[in-house]
């Protein structure tokens, strides 16, 4: 390594960038444009001159001009310029004084190689170049491990474990390499000499492990300049591996190492005076995973393990240094250990839902299965959850706050079940949970727990939501003793819960029958959509101040072709469950906007408003989707309303005000359905564009004999009023409770007392029998699914 030599180097500092700017400013004042450009010349000037020395070489040969003053000239210039570059900004980074004083030994080192006697004088004794030299690896090594040391930091088993495999597997390959010097080394008399053939590939092979265990992790270690460093440090090694291979005759290496050591010189204090500039370290994170830091994080591990492997083989055939193959063995053995926990992490995985961290489906199958079988099972009970109306939540406010949700509610349920009992996530908004030791009122009085503990507020993106769950009870051996049959008398369980809004249900064998319906209901429901078999009722709403009528109520009908005329109690829950919820409601409103066309053309200019499932307005593309049927129609904004339910206004006020505030610039009215039986929170009716409240009929009804009833009624009708919003009662059966409508100034009314819902033709009769009444050109031909 006497040979190793350098050009002149320059003090280049980092261009100065925002990101440090802050920290710069106050270590030094700013460069001047002059020290700008003066930087950048000399940044070029170093790979310059380093071109300039392999020509000299190449056209003058090895002298004492080149091979002595040239040299050194370029070494201390270099490191006077490293040195005044640390005392003008004084970093206090370690490596940054670690690298200074290495590129400081190599200079010493070329110094004593070149003007010192090569002979110490004593046979135990190395000359002080080799010192020089190795402090210069002891330096380096010391400057990469204090890097690596902030960098890795915190970090995790796994990315340690990946740096050591790597680090072992290459110093393993290289040590075949080095076998004859390392063995000549040990066969020499105990000498200075011998212990520095031995000294230096024992650098070198720490060198290229610490690189190389560097390299096998997913961070950035380095910092940005970082290819510079390593560049450096592996030509440098590169050079001395093949100086220790082929020794040179005479006093100096051959040229081709004396330009490697040059290069290797160069790169390493441009790293240095790039990275003295750098006041922001690199932050301590992983990269992502398609960087290249990552592309290398998992390639060296894997090069270093087959190259270990193919060391062992190599041992088997031919003769190779002991401590090659110590270094291979160890680098396997290291291998094996993330595969054994690999091995064990998967199967955990496997047996455990992602998002909760609650066991799936599959380990209820393999832990319930083994309890059914032992041979004393005591009495269990499986019930299946399912939160109610999730899915529009879901799609309202996005997956990403569905699933913290889920993750919410997964806690609560955790924290009810007592020891013993088994609480999986079947997938999607389903969960079940085993009992142990569990009888029917157990069974009951748990479900009416976690129950309870779901329908408490829950409070995400600073929104309060309340959720509603569905319990299905299937109880063993009674209804079942397999998980099986368990499974399927829960399921059917929970949806005649869910269906009867009764929140708990325990199988029975009535169930069966209910759920061999509720199925072909469902795929009857589909051949019904797409061959046309579903048609509108319609109940007209009456103004109370004119008499005159403001529109219809559409309801929906299906016409089955073996069971009659269905309601829509008899399918809509159907409908729901089964995702054609979207289906149906674009279906209603394609009805209803081709009768609203022929009543304008026959000069009824009614306005038809259409109730929308929260499914259905929470697609942000129903604006556009509706404009263009109206257009397609040749109808006016004014022709249509929807009815929205308070539940969607107040789910995601933002993406409802968003979606209604395009509707309503359109033309297009809106009504809240059902107003007073949601949320407490009026402030959305400040808060969004909305034309009209409709009063549900369960406060309509009973208003004349109860007086808290009749309360709400009049406060909601003043509420309205004050706002600038138009008052439907619904559920109009008396002419008494029409009487005390008027008297509390209601605007409009509709209910059976006025009409039942007819066929369009029949309302067309109803009208045309009733010419006192007139037609009105305000809001009002309303259709809906209900």
Known sequence: MQGMASTAPTAVPEPRTAAHTVAQSEAHPPLSPGQLLANRVLLWAMPTALVVYVLILVLLGTNSLVDVWVVLLG??????????????????????????????????????????????????????????????????????????????????????????????????????????????????????????????????????????????????????????????????????????????????????????????????????????????????????????TATIAVAVPLAATAGALGVLILASQLHVAMLAVCLAGGTLALATIPLAFRQRMLHALSHTDELTGLPNRRALALEVEARLRESDAPASALLVLDLDRFKEVNDSLGHETGDRLLGLISERLTGVLRSGDLLVRLGGDEFAVHLRHADAQRALAMARRLRAVTARPLLVDGLSLELQLSCGIALSPDHGSDLGDLLRAADIAMYVAKSTRAGQHTYSAVDDENDATRLRTLQDLRVALDEGQLLLHYQPKVSLRTNTV?????????????????????????????????????????????????????????????????????????????????????????????????????VDQDRAR?????????????????????????????????????????????????????????????????????????????????????????????????????????????????????????????????
């Open 75 to 292: 070494d201390w210039a270099a490191v006077l310029l490293v040195w005044l570059a640390w005392a003008r900004v004084r970093s206090g980074r370690p490596e940054i004084i670690l690298t200074a004083l290495a590129l400081t030994a190599v200079a010493l080192g070329d110094t004593a190689a070149r003007l010192l006697p090569t002979d110490s004088g004593s046979t135990w004794l190395p000359t002080l170049a080799d010192l020089c030299y190795l402090l210069f690896y002891a330096l380096v090594i010391a400057a990469l491990e204090v890097l690596a040391h902030r960098s890795l930091r915190g970090q995790g088993w796994p990315v340690l474990l990946s740096s050591a495999v790597g680090g072992l597997g290459a110093a393993s390959m290289l040590a075949v390499a080095l076998t004859a010097p390392v063995e000549a080394g040990f066969h020499q008399p105990l000498s200075a000499a011998g212990l520095m053939s031995i000294a230096f590939p024992v650098a070198n092979l720490l060198l290229v492990a610490v690189l190389a265990g560097i390299a096998s992790v997913p961070v950035v270690v380095l910092g940005r300049h970082g290819v510079l460093l390593v560049t450096g440090l592996v030509v440098f090694a590169a050079a001395d591996v093949v100086e220790s291979l082929e020794p040179a005759s005479g006093s100096f290496v051959p040229t081709a190492l004396n330009v490697a050591w040059a290069a290797a010189f160069v790169l390493i204090t441009l790293w240095l005076l790039l990275s003295v500039h750098q006041r922001r370290l690199p932050p301590r994170v992983l990269v992502a995973d398609d960087s290249p």
């Open 550 to 650: 403001h529109g219809v109520e559409a309801l929906v009908r299906w016409n089955h072709p073996t069971r009659g005329m269905l309601y829509p109690g008899e399918f809509l829950e159907v409908a729901e469950q089964g995702g054609l919820m979207r289906t149906l409601t674009s279906t209603v409103l394609t009805l209803a906007l081709d009768q609203a066309a022929l009543w304008h053309a026959r000069g009824l200019p009614l306005t038809v408003a259409v109730n929308l499932s929260s499914r259905s307005l929470a697609d942000f593309r129903l604006p556009g989707i509706v404009v263009a049927m109206l257009a397609d129609r040749d109808l006016p904004g004014s022709a249509l309303m929807l009815e929205v339910t308070e539940e969607f206004l107040l």
């Open 658 to 786: 968003g979606i209604l505030q395009q509707l309503r610039a359109a033309g297009v009215m809106i009504a809240v359905d059902d107003f007073g039986t949601g949320y407490s929170s009026l402030a959305y009716l400040r808060d969004l564009p909305i034309d009209e409240l409709k009063l549900d009929q369960s406060f309509v009804i009973p208003m004349l004999d109860d007086e808290r009833a009749s309360a709400l009624v009049a406060s909601s009708i003043h509420l309205g009023h004050s706002m600038g919003l138009r008052i439907v009662a619904e559920g109009v059966e008396t002419r008494e409770v029409l009487d005390q409508l008027a008297i509390f100034d209601c605007d409009i009314a509709q209910g059976y007392f006025l009409s039942r819902p007819e066929p369009a033709a029949g309302l067309e009769a109803w009208l045309a029998s009733r010419p006192a009444l007139g037609t009105g050109t305000g809001p009002a031909a309303d259709t809906g699914i209900e």
